[in-house]
T-cell receptor, first 109, second 113 residues
Framework: RKEVEQDPGPFNVPEGATVAFNCTYSNSASQSFFWYRQDCRKEPKLLMSVYSSGNEDGRFTAQLNRASQYISLLIRDSKLSDSATYLC??????????FGTGTRLLVSP | NAGVTQTPKFQVLKTGQSMTLQCAQD?????MSWYRQDPGMGLRLIHYSVGAGITDQGEVPNGYNVSRSTTEDFPLRLLSAAPSQTSVYFC????????????FGDGTRLSIL
């Protein structure tokens, strides 16, 4: 089993839609969680950290479910510019970051 | 402020050739690392450094060497290129060790023929 698993998608949604991605992780001792965004043929960039109580940044909401070992990312009112690949990243301890393979989002007019 | 700068952006090598991928950061970050990204796989850590003069192996170190003589520079050397090393390589830095957010360079696309 992979340490971090994501549905590769693509998720095709119209502008204005709400879309959610999940990411599961296998190491119950994982300590920190992040979502990165990667545009086509570009470098990954930090989108947001994921806190235990859940957190929101504008149209983006991240949640953590430690019992079921998954994190989620909800995007409201999708924009064309949200089209990208979203990487789930987990700190499994020992200063190690494990990157998921990413979920591709395509937002259409 | 350039952030993390990688050169070259593209490179084609023949099997058996050696080369060095350059990485420089101007943010005075202590932690630097090299990842490779392959289709269907997440970024995998090759080597990392927690400060000048200190390097260590990541998940997939074989075939690669690194050194960290200054805080700014962290070059990655391919000793004898193999087709399996065809990949996109990203250098990243952060003020301190993970899980601090990583600042990535814009990548080097390397093809080994």
């Amino acid at each position: 089993r992979k340490e971090v698993e994501q549905d590769p998608g693509p998720f095709n949604v119209p502008e204005g839609a709400t879309v959610a991605f999940n990411c599961t992780y296998s190491n119950s001792a994982s300590q920190s969680f992040f979502w990165y965004r990667q545009d086509c043929r570009k470098e990954p960039k930090l989108l947001m950290s994921v806190y235990s109580s859940g957190n929101e940044d504008g149209r983006f909401t991240a949640q953590l479910n430690r019992a079921s070992q998954y994190i989620s990312l909800l995007i409201r009112d999708s924009k064309l510019s949200d089209s990208a690949t979203y990487l789930c990243v987990v700190n499994t301890g020992f200063q190690k970051l494990v990157f998921g393979t990413g979920t591709r989002l395509l937002v259409s007019p | 402020n350039a952030g993390v700068t990688q050169t070259p952006k593209f490179q084609v090598l023949k099997t058996g050739q050696s080369m060095t991928l350059q990485c420089a950061q101007d943010m005075n970050h202590e932690y630097m690392s090299w990842y490779r990204q392959d289709p269907g796989m997440g970024l995998r850590l090759i080597h990392y450094s927690v400060g000048a003069g200190i390097t260590d192996q990541g998940e997939v170190p074989n075939g690669y060497n690194v050194s960290r003589s200054t805080t700014e520079d962290f070059p990655l050397r391919l000793l004898s290129a193999a087709p399996s090393q065809t990949s996109v390589y990203f250098c990243a830095s952060s003020p301190d060790r993970p899980p601090q957010p990583q600042h990535f360079g814009d990548g080097t696309r390397l093809s080994i023929l």
